[in-house]
């Protein structure tokens, strides 16, 4: 791969060394940092936005991942040993924090660090000494708080270097950074739902079965650990239709498989209770996750990245938000609910608020969804109750759910495609 526009320490030349160089074209080089804190979503969001700036905007990227084991799972063609390696345009290093900044010390036009992860000194200081400062990211978790768009894109001098960072707020409105959309994403999903071909090759390669019956409802669960998801899997056995579940192997899957007496329930299983059958799925490689959002009527998602492709699924979603100490997570749950519930009546609304909160563990679902009475979380007994009478309610208002996911898709959209976003404001700066 060229090289053409990084600089190495040692040169920090910013202009070409030949005629023949002035003309030719120069693409942006890119540095990209992801430390792994846990789970997949920030691997998740780096390396969709790094396939999307090499791909779409044809920029020379290298990713540093200080985590390859967790990489691979959705990356099943990297190589977790390598130190270095290209997939699918993107270098990948293997990112030895916090001193390492590859093999020999080049410095791109921008370098984004994602989710306040520390750059290695000796890179920044090398990022100093540039001719032509690079344009310095840090990539901040998607929130959907207002305050997002006050402080989207605020520079911030370094303490010591003629340096500016600036903070790129993801967010849900006009004025945030937007979310990771890739600009085939539409049209990848609209060939899905229109071809009962592809739809049944999906189902044959995940369940190793046909799909199901037009009564049944497709239900995808990708979540954390939950206490709420016993009771629920009992009003799913318990339903007047068939459900059937589709459960990537997880942190929830524990819990299928001791609802379902069996010793795991990982991929390639299978159980039935009742109107109630689960397959256990195997961990996709992330484009394969999109199909399984496509293929199911209600998504149960988590974290950051899924939460997103289920927003672009256009479907109705539960989200479980990344939990928080103090509980900081649920303002972004409600500032999330206001953008996603706004323009659903008043009682769609309602339920949809209370079933988000209750699969997050807020008291407000402990309480009888029917009645608003209180009930004891603890008892099982008057919390399946409960749950019974808030599922009841949700499935109800699937319908409205189903138009409201697809207006929003529409209207989330507009603020733009976070990678488009960011290459647009780098592309500025570099000017
Ligand atoms: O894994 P997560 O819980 O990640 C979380 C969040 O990002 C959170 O904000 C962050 O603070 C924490 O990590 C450290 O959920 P998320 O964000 O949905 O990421 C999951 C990724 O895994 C997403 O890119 C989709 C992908 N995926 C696959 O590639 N294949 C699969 O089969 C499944 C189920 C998911």
């Known amino acids: 791969m060229p ?23 120069t693409r942006i080089a890119c540095d990209l940092f992801c430390a792994v804190i846990d789970n997949f979503g920030d691997i998740g969001v ?24 967790a990489f691979q799972r959705l990356c099943p063609a990297l190589d977790a040993q390598r130190t270095t390696q290209t997939i699918e345009g993107v270098v990948i290093e293997h990112w030895h924090e ?13 370098v984004i660090e994602a989710f306040a992860c520390e750059l290695p000194p000796v890179y920044v200081a090398a990022m100093a000494q540039r001719e032509r400062k690079p344009v310095w990211f840090n990539l901040e978790y998607l929130s959907a708080e207002d305050w997002v768009s006050d402080f989207h894109l605020r520079p911030s001098p370094h303490p010591r270097y003629p340096l500016l960072k600036h903070f790129f707020f993801p967010g849900l409105g006009k004025g945030t950074g937007g979310v990771l959309k890739e600009r085939d994403l539409d049209a990848a999903r609209a060939a899905f739902e229109a071809s009962p071909q592809a739809r049944e090759a999906w189902w044959q390669s995940v369940t190793g079965g046909p799909p199901p019956a037009p009564d049944a409802t497709v239900i995808s669960l990708f979540a954390y650990e939950n206490p709420a998801v ?28 001791r609802f379902f007496g069996v010793e795991s329930f ?30 199911s009527d209600l998504n149960f ?14 479907r109705p979603f539960v989200w479980h938000i990344y939990p928080q100490g103090d509980d900081a997570h649920l303002p972004k749950l409600d500032a999330a609910l206001d953008h996603y519930a706004s323009t659903l009546d008043e009682a769609p609304r309602r339920v949809l ?5 209750g699969w997050n563990g807020n008291g407000a679902l402990h309480g009888d969804a029917a009645t608003g009475g209180q009930t004891n979380p603890t ?12 599922w009841n309610e949700f499935a109800g208002h699937l319908p409205a759910y189903k138009a409201r996911a697809q207006a929003w898709a529409r209207e989330l959209a507009q603020a733009g495609d976070l990678g488009g976003n960011l290459a647009e404001f780098a592309k500025s700066q570099l000017k």
Do not use: K, M
């Open 353 to 357: 608020e209370r079933f988000w909160h």
């Open 3 to 25: 090289h053409d526009s990084r600089h190495t320490a040692a040169s920090h030349a910013d202009v070409p060394a030949t005629a023949d160089d002035a003309h030719a074209p």
């Open 301 to 314: 998602v988590r974290g950051e990245d899924s939460f997103v492709r289920a927003q672009w699924a256009a």
């Open 98 to 110: 916090p001193t390492h900044a590859g093999e020999t010390l080049q410095i791109a036009d921008v």
């Open 230 to 257: 016993d009771a629920l899997l009992a009003q799913w056995r318990d339903s007047p239709t068939p459900i059937v579940l589709l459960v990537p192997q997880g942190r929830i899957s524990g819990a299928l498989a």
């Open 379 to 390: 008892d099982q007994t008057s919390g399946h109750a409960t749950w019974n009478a808030i």
């Open 46 to 69: 780096c390396w969709r936005l790094a396939r999307q700036l090499a791909h779409e905007h044809d920029w020379e990227v290298r990713l540093f991942v200080d985590d390859l084991q």
């Open 266 to 295: 990982g991929a390639g299983q299978r159980a039935e209770r009742g109107s109630l059958t689960a397959h256990g799925l195997a961990f996709t490689e992330q484009r394969g996750y999109d199909a399984l959002l496509w293929a």
